[in-house]
């Protein structure tokens, strides 16, 4: 997995800008994406799947910046969304629609309208409810719904409980063992083709065998439907491979297509790979400023403006980021300081027990925050989401603006004068 910062003369780099440059040129809190190295960690899936027939979906959760899906969409990339409101940014962003897979297991019937309308690739379905409302709705529209049954493996995928999804008490998909029986219902409905078959068994995996786990079990239902004529054109393995945060040793792409290639070697269906971290969460970096110091008997704080609301991951599964100074600061000593924001939660905090040489006013660096970072970000306490900076050699962009104060209050409505009632 690639990332493009490095340090030179103590000074932190994305690419061949300075990460100082960008805080001083527009403030902090603000996220910032390498697009060489979003380039690089598509082209990853790319070279390594070579002949094999594919499809590679980027999961738009992870980022859906619409410079980013331009970026991978210009490389040939399809998407896998999970809302109307991820399709509607790909579509802005210029993605191919019959690239595009609809995951998600609550999808609502005007959210199909508009997917079959635009003629997206397939529909990952994940209940037998979904399916009726799916054929109900692409019959009003005299259309067929293209169709993959997510299945749920069963398979153990070692990762964090919040984002596994795999294994039989979790909500996702529909259990293998009763899978057959929906698809000979979905064959038989009118304005359903069923082409394909989904999983998706967690995240931020460390080892590759709960894939190929996955797949051999994907493949003997495979074989079974052939058998019952039901064939299907492709296999989504979903994504969910990780990525280095710490000392993690992570399988790399090219490990992970050499395991699971051969299983689909001799076979005709493509692959579909659902990659979201894998390819955004060390092409980004949120940079934000110490603003107080505070020490007490047993802790340092350093303070900083970016908490909680801006990136959740460290509050929400106890997720370590490295943090880092931008420029070295001299004459500092270095302390363990807990780095916190200033919502006031005691959750709020971006890491804990961190060896800083840091001063008030520094700039840090919090890495690998390109995944599930901006877009998890709230306004909670009433604090404007982050700007995004998009760095490209030496060039950088800005693809989002800081909210302002009024993007706040957007919508809202105050009473009228005398409106109270007495009940
Ligand atoms: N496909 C489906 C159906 C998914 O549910 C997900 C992620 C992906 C693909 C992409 O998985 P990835 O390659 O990014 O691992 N917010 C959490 C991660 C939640 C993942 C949800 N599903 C975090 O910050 O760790």
């Known amino acids: 997995m690639h990332t ?11 690419e061949k800008v300075a990460l100082s440059d960008i805080a001083n040129q527009f403030g902090t809190p603000c996220y910032v994406y390498s697009r060489t190295a979003l380039k690089l960690n598509f082209e990853a899936y790319t070279s390594a799947l070579g002949n094999h027939p594919h499809l590679i979906c980027y999961a738009v959760k992870s980022n859906s910046n619409i410079a980013v899906l331009q970026t991978l969409s210009a490389l040939g990339a399809g998407f896998d969304i999970v809302s109307v409101g991820e399709l509607e940014r790909v579509l802005i962003a210029g993605g191919d629609p019959s690239k595009i897979v609809f995951s998600g297991l609550g999808k609502t019937s005007s959210e199909m309208r508009r997917a079959l309308e635009v003629g997206i690739h397939c529909f990952n379905v994940e209940s037998e409810s979904e399916l009726v409302l799916l054929n109900e ?5 005299s259309l067929k719904a293209p169709v993959s049954i997510r299945v749920n493996p ?13 294994l039989k008490e979790d909500k996702f998909g529909i259990d293998i063992n009763h899978a057959m029986t929906v698809y000979q219902n979905a064959s038989l409905m009118n304005n359903i083709d069923v082409i394909g078959i989904d999983c998706h068994i967690g995240s931020q995996l460390t080892d590759v065998r709960p894939f190929v786990d996955a797949m051999n079990r994907l493949l003997i239902l495979v074989d079974q439907l052939a058998e019952l004529k039901i064939n299907l054109n492709h296999i989504d393995i979903g994504g969910g491979l990780g990525v280095r945060y710490r000392d993690e ?3 790399s ?8 290639l051969p299983l689909l070697a001799h076979r005709s269906e ?3 790979l659902e990659p979201g971290r894998s390819i955004t969460a060390n092409a980004g970096a949120m940079l934000t400023q110490v603003q107080f110091i505070k020490s007490n008997e047993h802790k340092n704080f350093a303070i900083v403006d970016a908490a909680m609301n801006d990136m959740l991951r460290p509050s929400l ?7 880092q100074s931008i420029s070295h600061s001299m004459g500092v000593d270095e302390k363990v300081y807990d780095v916190v924001g200033p919502v006031c939660e005691s959750g709020d905090f971006l890491g804990k ?5 840091v001063k008030e006013g520094d700039h840090l660096c919090l890495f690998s925050a390109g995944s599930y970072g901006f877009v998890m970000s709230s306004n909670y306490n009433s604090r404007p989401r982050a700007p995004e900076i998009m760095v490209d050699g030496d060039n950088v962009f800005l693809i989002r603006q800081r909210e302002t104060i009024q993007d706040l209050t957007r919508g809202e409505q105050l009473l009228p004068v005398n409106s109270s009632s007495n009940c």
Request: no cysteine; proline share 2%; hydrophobic share 40%.
């Open 4 to 14: 493009t910062i490095s340090r030179n003369n103590g000074d932190l780099f994305m």
């Open 137 to 141: 709705t692409a019959s009003a529209l």
């Open 154 to 166: 069963d398979v153990n995928a070692n990762t964090h409980p919040y984002i596994s999804t795999g």
């Open 249 to 251: 040793s992570i399988q």
């Open 253 to 260: 792409v090219d490990d992970y297509m050499r395991e699971l």
């Open 270 to 272: 493509t692959l579909v």
């Open 317 to 323: 599964y106890q997720a370590w980021m490295d943090i």
């Open 353 to 357: 027990d961190r060896k800083l040489s």
